[in-house]
Every structure is written in structure tokens, then in C-alpha cells.
């Protein structure tokens, strides 16, 4: 399994020289599947660059895990060339609701005014669901996906393919109902990242930062690496910058990060756009 960063920003997309090294792309991950298989998670602004690269090959099948809709996970899908090109056949999962559709919800933000084409204009084949409630197989991968503690119906996703693990919580505030020192099973999204090889995770915040925002979904980065612990994750990958935080500044936080792993544990990571990771 390849794994290729093309949006870690969180909240808001953030362009400009004091993000060109981590960037300012909004969440969006490709997988490789060991098969062949394109499995991209979230469809924030860095899905438009990952459109362009797909459409250079002749068109087939792409699938598509939302953890949820708010707007920075999926304000990409409007520029996403493969849904402008007949041929391609597009299939989305994401969190259930009980008075709409995937389809419908999506249609909200893709269409007038929001958006100037409706989605049923799209000419590619695109299908819409629920996230099972277990398991299911998209090419050689097994794919699982749980409600996980942020605003709003939010899934996290694992993803094993050939005995490797990718876990993605992009947006994950594990503490808001669990205390460091509880017992695993009762921290949300623990039993999803448990053993990963890869943990993507929530690191918006730092702890002053946090403190101010308890409850609005997301993590602080002290918060991301006491999880992974709880978690037994191989490798920390900090994700979901905020907007505000530069380079520089994400460079100056990574050593608190590394601090609170484990020894046992590889060394943490900055997500970062055109970051490409070999899980083999």
C-alpha cells in the first residue's frame, strides 16, 4: 500500500509562503492498493491536483471514504476532473444520516448557490452510500469504518491491505469524553486505530489552544500522541494543521510530539502535501 498526502490542513485551505513546505491543501489521501486499486479518503481542496494526475490514464473505477461533510472534506469535489469526464465510474461511502441520502447531502454544497453546476450534471458514473456497518472489501484492501467523537456524524476509517494498516481520524478530539488515564476501550476510535502501522490523526491544537476549545471536535497535539500510545500505533502521522500555523511553527511543535510516544514507537511525522509513505 502507497500512501500519498495531497491536503493535511484542517479547517480552512491556507496558501502562501509560510505554508509552501507542509502546504495549504485541505484533507485529502491516496491509496495505492496493493492491486492497483485508488481508495482516496476525504475530497478536500488537495483532491483537485490528485484529479489532474488521474485523468492523464484512461478512466476506470475510483472509490471514495468521506469522513464527514464539513466543508474542508469536501470543497475539492467540484474540481475534481474525473467527475467531469464520462467514463469514469466514481463510488463514495460516508456517515449515515437518518433524514437524507449521501447523495442528497453532497448535493447541498453542489449546487446553486453554492456551487454553479448541480452534481446531476456530472457525467461520470457516480454512487453514493451509507458506510457499512461492518467490514467490506474494495480491491485487495478490507475497509472499516466507525463513528468517532467530533461535531457532527463522523466516521474514521481503517484500512488493512496485505497485512499493513493505514488508519485515518482526521478530525478526532479522543479526550472529550475519556480521560488520559482510562481504560482504551472507552477512548473513541481506539479499537479503529489499535496496532496501526500508520496513524493519520487530528493535531490542530496546542494545549493553550486546546484548553479554549474543549468540544469543538478536535485534538491538541499532546492529545494525537498520547492516543497513538493508548493505541499501540507504529507511527504517528500529524495531521489536520491549523490554518494559522506556519512552517515554522509546525516544525517547533513536533518535538512536544515526539516526546510523548512511545520509545517502542517510530518517530512522529508532519503530514505534508506530496508526502508519499510505502506501508510493505
Same mark, same amino acid.
Not at 513546505?21 to 491536483?49: H, K, M, Q, W
Not at 466507525?146 to 479526550?175: A, F, K, M, N, S
Not at 500522541?225 to 511543535?253: I, N
Given at each position: 500500500?502507497?500512501?500519498?498526502?495531497?491536503?493535511?490542513?484542517?479547517?480552512?485551505?491556507?496558501?502562501?509562503?509560510?505554508?509552501?513546505?507542509?502546504?495549504?491543501?485541505? /484533507?485529502?489521501?491516496?491509496?495505492?492498493?496493493?492491486?492497483?486499486?485508488? &481508495?482516496?479518503?476525504?475530497?478536500?481542496?488537495?483532491?483537485? !491536483?490528485?484529479?489532474?494526475?488521474?485523468?492523464?490514464?484512461? +478512466?476506470?473505477?475510483?472509490?471514495?471514504?468521506?469522513?464527514?461533510? %464539513?466543508?474542508?472534506?469536501?470543497? #475539492?469535489? #467540484?474540481?475534481? *476532473?474525473?467527475?467531469?469526464?464520462?467514463?469514469?465510474?466514481?463510488?463514495?461511502?460516508?456517515? +449515515?444520516? +437518518?433524514?437524507?441520502? &449521501?447523495? *442528497?447531502?453532497?448535493?447541498?454544497?453542489?449546487?446553486?448557490?453554492?456551487?454553479?453546476?448541480?452534481?446531476?450534471?456530472?457525467?461520470?458514473?457516480?454512487?453514493?452510500?451509507?458506510? +457499512?456497518?461492518?467490514?467490506?472489501?474494495?480491491?485487495?484492501?478490507?475497509?472499516?469504518?466507525?463513528?468517532? !467523537?467530533?461535531?457532527?456524524?463522523?466516521?474514521?476509517?481503517?484500512?488493512?491491505?496485505?497485512?499493513?494498516? &493505514?488508519?485515518?481520524?482526521?478530525?478526532?478530539?479522543?479526550?472529550?469524553?475519556?480521560?488520559?488515564? @482510562?481504560? /482504551?476501550?472507552?477512548?473513541?476510535?481506539?479499537?479503529?486505530?489499535?496496532?496501526? @502501522?500508520?496513524?493519520? %490523526? @487530528?493535531?490542530?491544537?496546542?494545549?493553550?489552544?486546546?484548553?479554549?476549545?474543549?468540544?469543538?471536535? %478536535?485534538?491538541?497535539?499532546?492529545? *494525537?500522541?498520547?492516543?497513538?500510545?493508548? *493505541?499501540?500505533?507504529?507511527?504517528?502521522?500529524?495531521?489536520?494543521?491549523?490554518?494559522?500555523?506556519?512552517?515554522?511553527?509546525? !516544525?517547533?511543535?513536533?518535538?512536544?510530539?515526539?516526546?510523548?510516544?512511545?520509545?517502542?514507537?517510530?518517530? /512522529?511525522?508532519?503530514?505534508?502535501?506530496?508526502?508519499?509513505?510505502?506501508?510493505?
Amino acid at each position: 500500500m502507497i500512501v500519498r498526502v495531497w491536503g493535511a490542513r484542517g479547517s480552512l485551505a491556507a496558501p502562501g509562503p509560510a505554508t509552501v513546505g507542509y502546504g495549504g491543501n485541505t /484533507p485529502c489521501v491516496e491509496l495505492e492498493l496493493a492491486d492497483g486499486t485508488t &481508495l482516496i479518503l476525504d475530497a478536500g481542496s488537495g483532491i483537485r !491536483e490528485l484529479g489532474q494526475r488521474l485523468v492523464e490514464r484512461d +478512466p476506470g473505477a475510483l472509490y471514495v471514504c468521506l469522513t464527514h461533510l %464539513h466543508l474542508d472534506h469536501v470543497e #475539492g469535489l #467540484g474540481f475534481f *476532473a474525473p467527475l467531469w469526464r464520462a467514463g469514469w465510474k466514481l463510488r463514495f461511502w460516508g456517515p +449515515p444520516s +437518518p433524514t437524507a441520502t &449521501l447523495r *442528497a447531502r453532497v448535493s447541498r454544497y453542489l449546487s446553486p448557490p453554492l456551487f454553479p453546476i448541480g452534481l446531476s450534471e456530472a457525467p461520470a458514473e457516480a454512487e453514493f452510500e451509507d458506510a +457499512p456497518r461492518e467490514p467490506w472489501r474494495v480491491g485487495s484492501a478490507v475497509v472499516e469504518a466507525q463513528t468517532v !467523537e467530533h461535531r457532527g456524524p463522523t466516521l474514521g476509517y481503517r484500512i488493512e491491505d496485505e497485512g499493513r494498516v &493505514l488508519v485515518y481520524l482526521p478530525d478526532h478530539e479522543p479526550y472529550l469524553t475519556a480521560g488520559l488515564g @482510562d481504560e /482504551p476501550k472507552w477512548i473513541s476510535g481506539w479499537a479503529l486505530a489499535a496496532g496501526a @502501522d500508520l496513524l493519520l %490523526h @487530528d493535531s490542530q491544537y496546542t494545549e493553550g489552544e486546546y484548553t479554549d476549545r474543549i468540544g469543538w471536535g %478536535h485534538s491538541s497535539m499532546s492529545h *494525537a500522541a498520547s492516543f497513538s500510545r493508548a *493505541a499501540g500505533v507504529h507511527r504517528l502521522g500529524m495531521f489536520h494543521h491549523d490554518p494559522m500555523r506556519s512552517d515554522r511553527q509546525l !516544525e517547533a511543535l513536533y518535538d512536544q510530539v515526539a516526546e510523548v510516544v512511545r520509545d517502542e514507537q517510530e518517530p /512522529p511525522l508532519i503530514a505534508r502535501d506530496g508526502l508519499e509513505i510505502v506501508l510493505s
